[in-house]
């Protein structure tokens, strides 16, 4: 298995342009996960999904941000307009049971300009 | 109001020598606690965990101590190699609730 699959690795846009992140997960696993790394809040959970199905959305900043999962192989997190304190690398984690861990992707690192 | 906590951004040890790296946490729920690694560029992964029916557990060079009443976890490495040197996490969850992570503390191992 690849792993979790993140697109695109870097990105760069303008404030007030739409960003959309995407995700793969490890086939079979039930839980995904999207979280945002900065200096200041460390690795602070956005939303989660169970059986595609989003269970908790608290840790969504603003209506800015939105994330869907159409399938069990995708999930997207569109951040629009985008603001330069969005500025952070976003995982994406999948897990079969998240007390078990997770397996992270490789990350997008966003920067907005 | 983190509720896992890493209050020291950083640490630097000698090779061959001993790595402890903390962990508080406030929420006497947690039942299952976990370290992740990280290196630059990649995502975070998984090192070791210990659930709270135990204090102690062991995985090769590295080890996790729980303390309960305390609410105080942390992971020892020895000896300490220069591969070693990453950001560390600490996590923490109940039930089947997500993983709440700390800050992360960056160990850096100079040899």
């Known amino acids: 298995d690849a792993g979790v699959i993140q697109s695109p690795r870097h990105e760069v846009t303008e404030m007030g342009q739409e960003v959309t992140l995407r995700c793969k997960p490890i086939s079979g696993h039930d839980y995904l996960f999207w979280y945002r790394q900065t200096m200041m809040r460390g690795l602070e959970l956005l939303i989660y999904f169970n059986n595609n199905v989003p269970i908790d959305d608290s840790g969504m900043p603003e209506d800015r941000f939105s994330a869907k999962m159409p399938n069990a192989s995708f999930s997207t997190l569109k951040i629009q307009p985008s603001e330069p304190r969005d500025s952070a690398v976003y995982f994406c984690?999948?897990?079969?049971?998240?007390?078990?861990?997770?397996?992270f992707g490789s990350g997008t690192r966003l920067t907005v300009v | 109001d983190q509720q896992v906590k890493q209050n020291s951004p950083s640490l630097s040890v000698q090779e061959g020598r001993i790595s402890i790296l903390n962990c508080d946490y406030t929420?006497?729920?947690?039942?299952?606690f976990l370290w992740y690694k990280k290196y630059p560029a990649e995502g975070p992964t998984f090192l070791i965990s210990?659930?709270?029916?135990?204090d102690k557990n062991e995985d090769g060079r590295f080890t996790v101590f729980l303390n309960k009443s305390a609410k105080h976890l942390s992971l020892h490495i020895v000896p300490s190699q220069p591969g070693d040197s990453a950001v560390y996490f600490c996590a923490a969850a109940s039930g089947n609730t997500p993983l709440v992570f700390g800050k992360g503390t960056r160990l850096s191992v100079i040899a």
């Open positions: 984690a999948s897990s079969f049971n998240p007390i078990y861990g997770y397996t």
């Open positions: 210990i659930s709270s029916i135990k």
């Open positions: 929420n006497s729920m947690f039942d299952y």
